[in-house]
């Protein structure tokens, strides 16, 4: 009978002593990719030994300009913020903020909270009126987090969300951003960015907006973005073109260790409008103060001048002279900051 | 594309998604804070701004 030779058969197979059969090499579906595996891996080695620097994010391409140029400072009325932190790790504080005196707002209050850990940053805000404002960063790997940002009003078509996700690689940058989506039609606006360093110095970027506010609509707008930054980061030029007609040109310099000045020329060159926009501004730290002057090509000399008389309380006189419409305004406001602890 | 109804439904989840966003989310930052928080807050100290 031919049963019984059966299972001793059967067991030689199924228990192969591992000196008995040799390894067999892996199969051969991933080795078909080997060349291309290979001449990637090559590639980022390369790329590596290039051993660029990471070129920043797009968003903050004129970060060093902002923050020389007034514009953003200008303020008005008085301001209090009542900051309590009520744990240091993991950071935990409350605000309650009150302006009143402005001459283009109303006195308002706001609550705030803000949460933080190593990965997950928490903020919220509500103001008298109960307008909500969200902000949620979530932290995934070192150099990748996503953001969420929300602004929610009971009044219908007040209401905004952003979501966007920042991936900073070794000598790039990759951002994408969604605001407004909708999922039942997929409307609202998308931009994706890519920043890439090309040399120590130079760093190339694209910028793509697609806007889709109706079904049937849509529009692509790419911009292009440059950026030359000096070998010991003491000046920065940045440009960004989008090829319908608009050119923003940025040049930032740090004189002094205290003195920084910043150029900024926008143009618009398209063919129903064409418009020039020059700024030429500098800030001074000084120990107790920080100084800032402007002058643009519209006519307006402007400067801002915060007093910090303790690290909780601080003064701010800003002024703004318009040569062109011969008008002027004075601001003189108080921010304090109180801080519990 | 998806059918009117499947729209419908999206629109009402967004609708109750954005509500319980816009009264939930001061609640929840505060909750998570005040149990995470080390040394934990007395609860007076979270509401009142002079305590």
Known sequence: MASPAFPPAKDGFNDPSPSSIPEAPKPSYTSAFSPLTSVYSRFSQWRKSLDLPNPGTVENLQKEVKSTHLTNFMFDGGRADLTKSLSMNPAFQVTHSFTLGSQVSTPSYNFGAVFA???????????????????????????????????????AGHSMIQLEHDYQGQDYSLNAKAVNPWPADLTGIYIGSYFQSVT??????VETLYQRPTPDMSEVTTSYLAKLTSDDKNWIATAQVQPSGILQATYWQKLHEKVEVAADLQ???A???????ATLGAKYDLRMATFRAQLDSTGKVSALLEQRFAPTFAFLVSGEIDHFKASSSWFITNPSKLTFN | MPSEETKERITKLVEVGRAALHYGWIPLIIYIGYTRSTPQPTLIKLISPLA
């Open chain 1, 267 to 269: 143009v618009m060159a």
């Open chain 1, 200 to 205: 120590k110095n130079l760093a190339l970027g």
């Open chain 1, 271 to 277: 063919p129903q409008r064409r418009d020039a926009i």
């Open chain 1, 117 to 155: 850990n190593n990965d997950v940053f928490l903020q919220g805000s509500v103001d008298h009126e109960g307008n909500v404002s969200a902000r949620m960063n979530q932290g995934w790997a070192e150099h990748s987090i996503t953001k969420i940002q929300t602004q929610l009003s009971s009044q």
